[in-house]
C-alpha cells in the first residue's frame, strides 16, 4: 500500500514536504519553507525562529520523530546548578528525500534534518547549495555540512527499499531542477517546479517523452500560474510577462539601445542563464556589465571543480559589483582615522570582508582592477551611465549604496523578475516602486516566468496520462478543472492530509 502525506505545499507557492510511503519506506519529496505560513507568525527583523521548537510550534514543520537533528537531545535546567543535556534514543525513521531544485521553498529546512538520511539531487543542485552556504546562509535551518548530499545523475535509476526512483532533468528559472518517477505499488510522478518556454525547455520534452512509457497512477503536477489573484502591482508586471527568453533578450536589447543613461537589470540570484543574455546584450550594446558579488560568486564556481553548466559568462566579460561594507572599528587603521570622529562610516575593500566576498579577495584568482567598490568608483558610474549596465538580485540595496546625495542620476531599471508573489514580495515592490521615485529611474519590464503556462501543463498531463492528478504547487487547484484531460480523476489534498493510494 503507497500513501501521500502532504505536509506542505498544497493551496500554497512553494513550502513543498510530501512524504511518500510504501510499507515501511518512507521518502519525502523536498523539505522546504512556506514564506507565506512563516510571514503569518514571524516578522523581519524583530521576530524571527530561533531553534526548531520555534517551527515544531507554529507547525511550519511536522512533528515527526526520527527525523530532526538535535530532536532527541533535550536540555534540563537547574536554578540552583549547571544546565545539562539528556540525549533521548531515537532511531532513524526516514530512508531519503528528493530535493526538486535549489529553491529555498523546496530545500530551505534541509538543514535541520538527521544527518543520516540521505538527499538525493542533481549534481548541479547540490553545487548550489553548497555555495549558498558559502554566501553567509548559515541560519539555524540552513547549515548544511552535516548533510548526506548524494548526486543522482540524469535518467538514472534508484531502489530505496520498497520504491524505485527516476530522476529527470527538467527546465526552471533555477538550473539543475529535477522531476521524479516513484515506481511502486501506484506510480508517482512528481514534476517539481518546470517550464517548457525556457532555453532549456527540451530538458522538460525529454522528461515528458520518457515518462510518457511509464503507467503512472498519481501525478504531483505544479500548477504555480493557474488562477494567480492580482492587485494592482500584480498586474502591472503580470501584464509585461514574455512568452520566452529569447523575448527577454529582444526586449533587454531594445530597452538598452535606446537609453543614454544608466540601466540597471534586476533579476533572481540564481538564474544564471538570464546572466548569460545580459552579457551578450552588453556586449553588442558596447556597455561593461557589473554583476553583485553574491551572483557573481555563483557564476564563477558553479564549476569551480567539474563543468556542470558548459558555457558560462567568465571574469573578463564583466566586473564584480562588492557590497558597502564598513571597515571594523577595532582594525589599527580605522582606529586611527576616526580617533576624532568614532562612529564614521570607513568603506573596507579587502580587510575584514566575509564569507564569498573574502574568498574571491583573498584567493589571487582574480585581479583587484575586476571589483567595484568604494564611494569613488561608485561615482564614476554616475559620472558616465551610458557605459554600464548593473545587474543585481536586490534592486533597493544596489540603489542605496550607488545613490550619491550630492548627484542625482537619471535613466532605465528593467525588472526582471515574473514569479508569483507572497505578501513579503509584494511590499518588496511597493519599496521598489518609491526607490525608483526617488532616484528619478523609469521602470521597464524584460522576463518570463520560472514555471509553466497553463497550456502547456494541459499538454504535459495529456502526455504523462496519469490516472489520477493532485495539484501542488498552486493557490488554486480547481483551476486544474479547467485544463485536466477527460478521463484524468482530479484529487484535492488538503494540509497534513494523508491520502491512501
Known amino acids: 500500500m503507497t500513501s501521500l502525506t502532504f505536509y506542505g505545499g498544497v493551496n500554497e507557492i512553494g513550502g513543498n514536504k510530501i512524504l511518500i510511503q510504501e510499507k515501511d519506506t518512507n521518502i519525502f519529496l523536498d523539505f522546504g519553507v512556506s514564506f507565506k505560513k512563516s510571514n503569518e507568525y514571524f516578522e523581519f527583523p524583530l521576530l524571527q525562529p530561533s ?10 514543520i511536522p512533528d515527526l520523530g526520527g527525523l530532526y537533528r ?52 542533481s549534481a548541479v543542485s547540490k553545487k548550489f547549495i553548497e555555495l ?33 526512483i527516476k530522476r529527470y532533468d527538467v527546465d526552471h528559472s533555477v538550473l539543475g531542477a529535477s ?14 517546479d518546470f517550464r ?54 529582444n526586449k533587454c536589447m531594445e530597452i538598452i539601445e535606446s537609453e543614454e543613461d544608466l540601466v540597471i537589470y534586476d533579476a533572481s540570484q540564481a538564474d544564471l542563464e538570464r546572466v548569460k543574455i545580459l552579457c551578450q546584450v552588453a556586449q553588442k550594446t558596447g556597455r561593461e556589465l557589473l554583476i553583485d558579488s553574491k551572483k557573481a560568486f555563483l557564476l564563477l564556481y558553479i564549476n569551480e571543480t567539474e563543468n556542470l553548466l558548459g558555457d558560462l559568462p567568465k571574469i573578463e566579460d564583466f566586473r564584480i ?52 567598490w568604494g564611494p569613488e568608483m561608485r561615482k564614476e558610474i554616475l559620472n558616465n551611465p551610458n557605459e554600464y549596465i548593473i545587474y543585481t538580485s536586490n534592486g ?7 545613490k550619491n546625495y550630492q548627484k542625482h542620476f537619471s535613466g532605465t531599471y528593467i525588472y526582471g523578475k515574473a514569479e508569483p508573489f507572497t505578501e513579503e514580495m509584494e ?75
Open 396 to 402: 533597493p540595496l544596489s540603489l542605496l549604496h550607488c
Open 70 to 121: 538535535y530532536h532527541n537531545y533535550r536540555a534540563k535546567y537547574d536554578n540552583t546548578g549547571p544546565i545539562s543535556i539528556i540525549k533521548i534514543a531515537e532511531e532513524k525513521q526516514f530512508d531519503a528525500v528528493l530535493l526538486s531544485h535549489a529553491h529555498m521553498d523546496h530545500y530551505g529546512y534541509l538543514g535541520l534534518l538527521r544527518g543520516d538520511i540521505p538527499i538525493y539531487l
Open 179 to 192: 522531476a521524479y518517477f516513484i515506481e511502486g505499488k501506484a506510480n508517482v510522478v512528481y514534476t517539481g
Open 427 to 501: 511590499f518588496s515592490f511597493s519599496r521598489l516602486l518609491r526607490w525608483l521615485k526617488l532616484c528619478n529611474l523609469k521602470l521597464e519590464h524584460a522576463h518570463t516566468s520560472g514555471h509553466c503556462f497553463p497550456d502547456d501543463i494541459k499538454n504535459a498531463i495529456e502526455i504523462i496520462n496519469p490516472e489520477n492528478l493532485i495539484p501542488i504547487h498552486t493557490e488554486h487547484p480547481e483551476e486544474f478543472k479547467k485544463i485536466i484531460p477527460k478521463g484524468v480523476n482530479l484529487m484535492r489534498a488538503e494540509l497534513n492530509d494523508k491520502l491512501i493510494l
Open 321 to 372: 559589483l562588492l557590497s558597502r561594507s564598513k571597515l571594523s572599528s577595532s582594525t589599527n587603521i580605522c582606529k586611527e582615522l576616526t580617533k576624532d570622529c568614532p562612529d564614521f562610516f570607513l568603506e573596507r575593500f579587502k580587510t575584514g570582508r566575509r564569507n564569498h566576498e573574502r574568498e574571491m579577495l583573498t584567493e589571487n584568482k582574480f585581479s583587484e582592477s575586476q571589483f567595484i
Open 132 to 164: 549558498y552556504y558559502r554566501t553567509g546562509r548559515t541560519k539555524f535551518n540552513e547549515k548544511i555540512k552535516h548533510l548526506l548530499l548524494e548526486e543522482m545523475n540524469k535518467n538514472s535509476e534508484l531502489e530505496i527499499k520498497d520504491l524505485r
Open 196 to 249: 517548457l518556454h525556457g532555453n532549456k525547455g527540451f530538458l522538460t520534452e525529454e522528461f515528458l517523452r520518457l515518462v510518457e512509457k511509464e503507467d503512472v497512477d498519481y501525478l504531483l503536477c505544479e500548477g504555480t500560474r493557474l488562477g494567480l489573484e492580482k492587485n494592482e502591482e500584480e498586474k502591472i508586471i503580470e501584464e509585461k510577462v514574455l512568452n520566452s527568453e529569447k523575448e527577454v533578450k
Open 51 to 60: 531553534n526548531i521548537g520555534d517551527l515544531l510550534k507554529t507547525r511550519l
